[in-house]
């Protein structure tokens, strides 16, 4: 059974902080990752891909990927109330659907 | 340019009845997938169609859940004789391919509620 683990949170940030957020997976054979940002009503919304080891920035977002520890994370800097979701963590592997974790809620206080 | 979209957005139903969801990727899309979310399970993949191939029905619950894609284009996910266990949001994605690299783009869902 491929698992992806968050913690379901809820992780708590002032505003301006960075917010760090966790992802483990059980599958060595996974080469693709993503993390998709969804608001309370709303469907997922793409927000990084990464698939090489190392950091992938865009903008206030960095992705950090670990394929030796089965890691992967997503750095937000300069948080915002606006940030406020439900982050999920999908992985994929060859000839297969996205594998979810079942997210953890960030919250940022203004 | 347009994104995935999805009808109806709300459904509700009584338990034994049949119902469709529709899908329309994003133009160009040759993967589309299907999953569905329900509360405190997370995002469960349901079946994925890549161009002409055979689709991948690996994550159907059981044999009341069916989909088809016609034209390489729209698809329709059908639940026969629904229950209340049906209930969730259903959500169809699409990608360029079905290739690990290509990123899915999600439509904003059906929300079906069974009664």
């Known amino acids: 059974q491929k698992e992806v683990e968050q913690n379901s949170g809820p992780l708590s940030v002032p505003e301006g902080a960075i917010a760090s957020l966790n992802c483990t997976y059980s599958d060595r054979g996974s080469q693709s990752f993503f993390w998709y940002r969804q608001y309370s009503g709303k469907s997922p919304e793409l927000i990084m891909s990464?698939?090489?080891?190392g950091d992938k920035e865009d903008g206030r977002f960095t992705a950090q990927l670990n394929k030796a520890s089965q890691y992967v994370s997503l750095l937000i800097r300069d948080s915002q109330p606006s940030d406020s979701a439900t982050y999920l963590c999908a992985v994929k592997g060859p000839g297969t659907a996205l594998i979810f974790g079942k997210g953890t809620t960030l919250s940022v206080s203004s | 340019g347009a994104g995935v979209s999805q009808s109806p957005s709300n459904k509700v139903t009584e338990k034994g009845k049949d119902v469709e969801l529709r899908c329309d990727p994003i133009s160009g899309h040759t993967a589309l997938y299907w999953y569905r979310q329900s509360l405190g399970q997370g995002l469960e993949f349901l079946i994925y169609?890549?161009?002409?191939?055979?689709?991948?029905k690996s994550g159907l619950p059981s044999d009341r859940f069916s989909a088809e894609r016609t034209g390489g284009s729209v698809s329709t996910l059908t639940i026969q004789r629904t229950q209340q266990e049906d209930s969730a949001v259903y959500l169809c994605a699409s990608s360029f391919a079905a290739g690990e690299a290509y990123e899915q783009y999600f439509g904003p869902g059906t929300r079906l509620t069974v009664t």
């Open positions: 169609f890549q161009g002409n191939s055979a689709p991948d």
């Open positions: 990464i698939y090489s080891n």
